[in-house]
């Protein structure tokens, strides 16, 4: 298997800054890079979020690369409608995947930045997903687009197929 270049962008411009650059500075600067007491409820289901996002996030660009033959980032999209994996029970996995590791890491260090930082992205995500992405798919995919749209919810996941 050959990792592209365009691989290799896609995971250090969004997941690496958004999900680990981001937070490490937020914590920097806020005093909390060390762990110098361990709460256990916090530490364990901080670990939870974050494990469950990181692999949601590993299986979604799996996806992506692997069946879409493309990548989550802009300038290399998948050439593939998905609809398989858990894009079979919702519209935007990879964007609940980020946000559990960003909940993950607020909860994990304790960090009202951290948590503030996941408030920003998360509500930027609610705005720039229907208003930016969902139309760059449409454009890109049509009526199978809306078709899948109609049938897979957006946010919430459909248990159930």
Same mark, same amino acid.
């Given at each position: 298997?050959?990792?592209?270049?365009?691989?290799?962008?896609?995971?250090?411009?969004?997941?690496?800054?958004?999900?680990?650059?981001?937070?490490?500075?937020?914590?920097?600067?806020?005093?909390? &890079?060390? %762990? *110098?007491?361990? +709460?256990?409820? #916090?530490?364990? /289901? =901080?670990?939870?979020?974050?494990?469950? !996002?990181?692999? @949601?996030?590993?299986?979604?660009?799996?996806?992506?690369?692997?069946?879409?033959?493309?990548?989550?980032?802009?300038?290399?999209?998948?050439?593939?409608?998905?609809? &398989?994996? %858990? *894009?079979?029970? +919702?519209?935007? #996995?990879?964007? /609940? =995947?980020?946000?559990?590791?960003?909940? !993950?890491?607020? @909860?994990?260090?304790?960090?009202?930045?951290?948590?503030?930082?996941?408030?920003?992205?998360?509500?930027?995500?609610?705005?720039?997903?229907?208003?930016?992405?969902?139309?760059? %798919? *449409?454009?890109?995919?049509?009526?199978?687009?809306?078709?899948?749209?109609?049938?897979?919810?957006?946010?919430?996941?459909?248990?159930?197929?």
């Amino acid at each position: 298997m050959t990792v592209s270049y365009s691989l290799i962008k896609t995971i250090v411009l969004f997941p690496l800054n958004v999900m680990g650059v981001i937070p490490f500075i937020i914590l920097w600067f806020s005093g909390k &890079i060390e %762990l *110098y007491e361990v +709460v256990l409820l #916090p530490t364990y /289901l =901080g670990l939870f979020f974050l494990i469950v !996002g990181l692999c @949601v996030c590993w299986v979604t660009v799996s996806i992506f690369t692997d069946y879409g033959k493309g990548t989550p980032a802009p300038w290399a999209p998948p050439k593939i409608l998905i609809g &398989i994996g %858990l *894009y079979k029970y +919702v519209r935007n #996995p990879m964007m /609940l =995947g980020v946000w559990c590791v960003l909940l !993950g890491e607020a @909860v994990f260090f304790l960090s009202v930045g951290l948590f503030l930082w996941f408030l920003i992205f998360f509500t930027g995500s609610l705005i720039i997903i229907p208003l930016w992405e969902e139309v760059g %798919l *449409y454009r890109r995919f049509g009526e199978s687009y809306l078709e899948y749209k109609n049938q897979v919810p957006r946010w919430v996941p459909r248990i159930l197929s």
